[in-house]
């Protein structure tokens, strides 16, 4: 990789840091939505302005990060990085501390702490979802920082050194869990009778007489995420040894979980335990595998058809339940804070880093609309909703960041532009509530001025004001390279579309486009 193109862009929003609520100066370079659907709009904004009030600074950090919000006065590891990282063109010097904060607070032997609160820094579980070397990379790869590259790389391998060493007692290489909280799954039958944390809230220690510890799929997944993220890192940093070591390390680890904790004949992912059985709960457990990808397509299509887009088990009218609707383990009623089968707003903004992915585009465009449409409803950013009928929890507190991420999120992967991987993902619905008569406005890491308008007959896409296509007809997704050339169209709904392309040079491409087809245009 070119040192000198790595380091180039990024810059941190201004703000003044003291406890408690951080305010950001204006900045040209902030998003820029706007409808003329007053529901839409209004949750929108809603959404801005419970992030906004949720930049915080905390005890044993001096710089704002974005905390958890509603009950949660702190920052977690399993989730607090990645919901910054989604956050970074709003606050890219809250998603750079929302990290620098856990590497700063690493102890001597590696451990990075669980949380940050207001009440206190937490040892007593590993609480691992989204990795944070793997956010830390996109970060410092998309802004160029290369402080964050050379801190996450030192912090993430000690890190994983630290897992090897104390979450690998059983010896088979995979991570293990101890406790409820080391997977963050509150309240899930998952965990039924372990204790939700491990005693004298070390992370070293379990209880004993309850089969554990317990190989875990989804934590051996984020361990793998991490370890392919690692190399990525080494390579940017000119250590090819390391690089290729961290990607073997990864590959076995891959091979292990799906060797040892995959049930073929159920198409899902359990927990091991201490006996060598399976503990055999349908849950959010095959969600956060596929976030790492670690399937390849054929397994995924399988768990894919018999499980997640299976309408009695997890694709509910509003995906995706914490537990299968028909696991016997499914909790009701549901109680507040319940992983043990509540849609949870933090599995839905996790699902951006692996529909795509997998080719789901147009199942995830459904997704993202019942979210959209139940947090329009509700109005209040709560942690969790109803499967069924998709009412959040009562009684739980508003202002929740996840659920305010998701509303923010999901507007622009559904009717604006988004950039990942150097290329820009133009989501063109023409019709759809968030499109009506809708402006969107993206800087985009290589410094340019992306904007998509919605006019009566389609949309216009433009780059620095350069025109790169007018597009009518169905939803799609147009993709192009980050200076603007196009390259594909993705279907981006459930049912077949018709498309036209116009050139800016007066000619015009018809399109007939399948569910989840890519067609290139290039």
Not at 386 to 412: E, H
Not at 481 to 494: C, I, R, T
Request: proline share 6%.
């Amino acid at each position: 990789m070119d040192r000198r193109a790595f380091l180039l862009g990024g810059g941190a929003i201004a703000a003044t840091h003291r406890r408690g609520a951080v305010a950001a100066t204006p900045s040209a370079d902030t998003p820029q939505f706007s409808t003329q659907d007053a529901a839409w709009q209004s949750c929108y904004d809603k959404a801005l302005a419970v992030l906004a009030a949720n930049v915080q600074t905390l005890p044993r950090y001096a710089q704002p990060v974005l905390i958890e919000g509603a009950a949660y006065q702190g920052i977690w590891l399993e989730c607090g990085p990645h919901e910054s990282l989604v956050y970074r063109r709003f606050r890219p010097d809250v998603a750079r501390h929302s990290h620098l904060c856990f590497f700063e607070l690493q102890q001597p032997d590696g451990q990075i702490p669980c949380n940050n609160k207001t009440s206190g820094m937490g040892l007593g579980q590993i609480q691992m979802v989204v990795p944070i070397a793997a956010t830390a990379w996109e970060l410092a790869q998309a802004t160029g920082d290369d402080e964050l590259l050379h801190k996450a790389y030192e912090a993430c391998a000690k890190w994983d050194a630290w897992l090897l060493r104390y979450r690998n007692l059983r010896g088979t290489g995979l991570t293990e869990g101890f406790c409820t909280y080391d997977t963050g799954q509150d309240n899930s039958p998952r965990w039924q009778g372990i204790p939700p944390q491990c005693p004298d809230r070390d992370a070293k220690k379990f209880v004993t007489g309850l089969k554990l510890p317990r190989l875990c799929p989804d934590l051996s997944a984020t361990t793998y995420g991490a370890r392919v993220a690692l190399a990525k890192m080494a390579a940017a940093l000119g250590k090819s040894a390391d690089a290729a070591r961290w990607q073997q390390q990864a590959g076995t680890l891959r091979g292990l979980i799906l060797r040892r904790l995959y049930d073929p004949d159920d198409a899902a992912f359990y927990d091991v335990d201490a006996e060598g059985n399976f503990v055999r709960i349908r849950c959010d457990i095959l969600s956060r595998v596929c976030g790492e990808h670690v399937m390849d397509q054929p397994t995924f299509e399988t768990v894919w058809s018999r499980q997640l887009h299976e309408p009695h088990a997890f694709w509910a009218p509003l995906p995706l339940p914490s537990v299968a609707l028909d696991d016997p383990a499914f909790v009701r009623p549901i109680p507040q804070n319940s992983w043990g089968g509540a849609s949870q707003a933090l599995t839905a903004l996790r699902t951006g880093r692996w529909f795509d992915a997998y080719g789901k585009s147009a199942a995830h465009a459904v997704l993202m609309q019942r979210w959209c449409e139940a947090l329009i409803r509700d109005g209040n950013f709560g942690q969790q909703a109803d499967p069924l009928d998709g009412r959040f929890t009562a009684g739980q507190p508003a202002g929740y960041s996840p659920a305010a991420l998701v509303m923010m999120d999901f507007t622009w992967r559904l009717a604006g532009v988004c950039e990942s991987d150097g290329q820009l993902q133009w989501n063109l619905r023409p019709g759809h509530a968030a499109a009506r008569g809708a402006r969107f406005s993206l800087r985009t890491d290589a410094r340019r001025r992306a904007q998509l308008a919605y006019e009566a007959r389609g949309a216009e896409l433009r780059l620095d004001g350069r025109l790169l296509a007018r597009v009518a007809g169905g939803a799609a997704r147009v993709v192009t390279g980050a200076s603007g050339q196009l390259l594909e169209l993705v279907g981006m709904d459930e049912h077949p579309q018709q498309v036209r392309v116009q050139l800016p040079d007066g000619s015009t491409r018809m399109f007939a486009l399948d569910p989840d087809a890519r067609l290139r245009l290039d």
